[in-house]
């Protein structure tokens, strides 16, 4: 590249950043505060686009009309996370926070059928901002005026933060609050009162973010999941609660996927790198890099260590071996007398509860939140394809060894995860997963791509699908009932021990990230057997099997059931799977039933299904007692 180009690239990445850092900022923001890990902020980047979109059309194509729009869009955002803080997470302060997560998906959900019902399912491309949609010539080569006002606005922003945060009084009570929120409200400080605004100003910047991008991509359905996980990422590289260090990953980030674009394609040593197919990974390797060699993030502050559990765990319930017969004779007998239908939703049921429930080992007993779970899911379902497709290996022979070839992915992932904790660890789950997407979505000749691959159909003596039901439900229940065997084993014991106490554990000689490493392998390689069940239960797989919605649609059905719960994966898995497809099938908006239902659960049992089931039972109990 010559000198001119480097500048351009440059310029281009700085461009790029800006957006990226007023979404990451607000949710940097929101997180310090409250604590929320806030899914629903690239909903919000989203509407700041729509709405920017409409009100320039209302408004007209004028410069005042143009940027009357941006600024109405944001601040209508902002209300919008007000309406939202007020109305559902104000009630779940208190709850878990997994649940508190939950719940900001469960809006998602919501926000994007509105917007669906509102704008409609087609892109909707903005117009140019008025009198910058001229090109300036640097060096030689043109970038548009509107970049270079973009790479300015970044900065401005980042300023006026700053001085929000130290030179009033508010900014004050917010960096107490990042600090120790407990001892505010103990001084009397109106918490509520604070995290609305807080939830304010971090809307404010995530619509502003999506409102300013209105003349370089157009406002699509697509953007919430999106731009949430960049502005994870970014958020996690610069260090929980920093607003500086959101700002230089930012930047490190879009400069970085400008220039991989930028490079293109070239020969290195006989050999073609593709630099422009890293774009869709270059910000997840960076994540991973800096995770491994700064756990807190750049310019993050160590996390303190957990000394005791401040809301000790209740201890977990060995399964009645009557209760699970029953289940089984139930299972074995549905096919009997049900349709069709009925048996492959059942089939598509355990495979998900194996997933569930492997998730949960790990989340639940061994305290280690993963945003990536679907990685095992996927490459246990490729791995199965592929042994069958190209090694030409019998069905029988391809679903035993995927489970293997998940196991040694998590082998190698899991030795860099368990060196973290926390929101580090659920970012760096997700980088490994999204790093697992890419290779998979863009190695055409080995993968199928985007295409996925197809024709991977059981043997001719588990063509019938019920045969394939009894397959699944007996490859699947030896799973469940291997994970839960090891639960309540010593090496479980030792897992509960870590995540209740590290301190302790590791004074009494428990080697705990072995452990913990050991876990991983586990419940990877059982992950990576539903994906191979489920994908000759299909036919096909596609990358979708290894993306961020399916890590989340895990997460929620663990979380549907309950994490402190035994069965409660089980039940979500089974809840959540029929409930979809169910509302799926009746209404073009699916998705904000969903959220609504999702909602309603969190409100009513913040412990899910079955904990909450469980204490109005012993409640019950006690009065007739």
Not at 111 to 138: N, Y
Not at 192 to 199: E, I, P, Q, Y
Not at 500 to 523: K, M, T, Y
Not at 577 to 593: I, K, L, M, N, Y
């Amino acid at each position: 590249m010559t000198f001119s180009s480097i500048i351009i690239q440059l310029l281009n990445g700085l461009a790029a950043a800006s957006s990226l850092f007023l979404v990451s900022a607000g949710l940097s923001l929101i997180f310090g505060v409250t604590r929320i890990v806030n899914f629903a902020h690239g909903s919000l980047y989203m509407l700041g686009l729509y709405g920017a979109y409409s009100l320039i059309e209302a408004l007209g194509r004028t410069p005042i009309g143009f940027w009357s729009a941006v600024i109405l869009a944001a601040l209508a955002v902002g209300l919008v996370g007000i309406v939202i803080e007020v109305l559902i997470l104000r009630r779940i302060y208190r709850a878990p926070e997994l649940f508190q997560l939950l719940a900001t998906f469960a809006v998602v959900l919501v926000i994007k059928d509105i917007a669906l019902f509102t704008w409609g399912a087609e892109d909707l491309v903005g117009p140019r901002a008025p009198g910058l949609s001229m090109a300036v010539e640097i060096l030689g080569k043109c970038i548009p005026a509107y970049d270079l006002l973009l790479i300015a606005i970044g900065p401005v922003v980042l300023g006026a933060v700053w001085l929000l945060l130290t030179r009033t009084r508010w900014g004050a009570l917010v960096r107490a609050a990042t600090q120790d929120r407990e001892m505010v409200g103990a001084l009397g400080v109106d918490q509520a009162k604070l995290f609305t605004s807080v939830f304010f100003v971090g809307s404010v910047l995530a619509g502003l973010g999506g409102a300013l991008q209105i003349p370089r991509e157009p406002a699509n359905l697509e953007l919430d999941l999106a731009i949430i996980a960049d502005a994870f990422v970014i958020t996690v590289v610069g260090g929980l609660g920093s607003i500086t260090g959101a700002f230089l990953a930012a930047v490190i980030i879009g400069v970085a996927k400008a220039f991989c674009i930028g490079i293109g394609t070239v020969t290195w040593f006989g050999f073609e790198i593709s630099f422009s197919k890293l774009t869709l990974v270059v910000e997840f390797l960076i994540m991973a890099i800096v995770l491994v060699a700064r756990p807190y993030g750049l310019l993050g502050k160590p996390q303190a260590v957990q000394r005791i559990a401040a809301d000790p765990v209740p201890p977990l319930t060995a399964p009645s071996w009557k209760v699970a017969l029953v289940w089984v004779v139930l299972l074995l007998g549905v096919p009997l007398v049900a349709d069709r239908y009925i048996t492959i939703m059942l089939t598509d049921i355990v495979c998900f509860a194996l997933f569930a429930v492997s998730l949960h080992f790990i989340m639940g007993p061994a305290g280690m939140v993963s945003f990536g779970h679907a990685a095992y899911f996927g490459l246990g379902a490729y791995a199965g394809g592929l042994l069958f497709k190209r090694a030409g290996l019998p069905m029988e022979a391809a679903l035993l060894l995927a489970p293997l070839c998940a196991g040694a992915f998590a082998v190698v992932y899991g030795w860099f995860c368990v060196r973290l904790s926390g929101v580090y660890l659920a970012m760096l789950t997700l980088a490994f997963a999204q790093i697992s997407w890419s290779i998979v979505f863009q190695w055409d000749s080995f993968t199928g791509g985007s295409n996925g691959v197809f024709g991977i159909w059981p043997s001719a003596w588990l063509a019938d699908k019920t045969t394939y039901y009894y397959l699944a439900l007996a490859c699947c229940g030896t799973g469940i009932a291997l994970l839960w065997r090891v639960l309540f084993s010593p090496f479980g014991a030792a897992l509960r021990a870590g995540r209740d106490s590290p301190l302790r554990a590791e004074a009494i000689g428990i080697d705990l990230r072995g452990f913990q490493w050991a876990a991983f392998v586990l419940v990877g390689a059982l992950a990576g057997l539903a994906g191979s069940v489920y994908a000759f239960s299909k036919g096909s797989i596609s990358p979708s099997t290894i993306s961020i919605g399916q890590s989340t649609d895990g997460l929620i059905m663990v979380l549907l059931g309950g994490v402190e719960t035994l069965t409660g994966p089980v039940v979500g898995a089974a809840v959540y799977t029929w409930v979809r497809d169910a509302v799926a099938r009746h209404t073009e908006f699916w998705r904000a039933v969903m959220g609504c239902i999702i909602l309603l659960i969190v409100l009513l049992f913040p412990q899910g299904l079955v904990g909450g089931l469980k204490a109005l039972f012993l409640r019950w109990k006690e009065q007739r007692a």
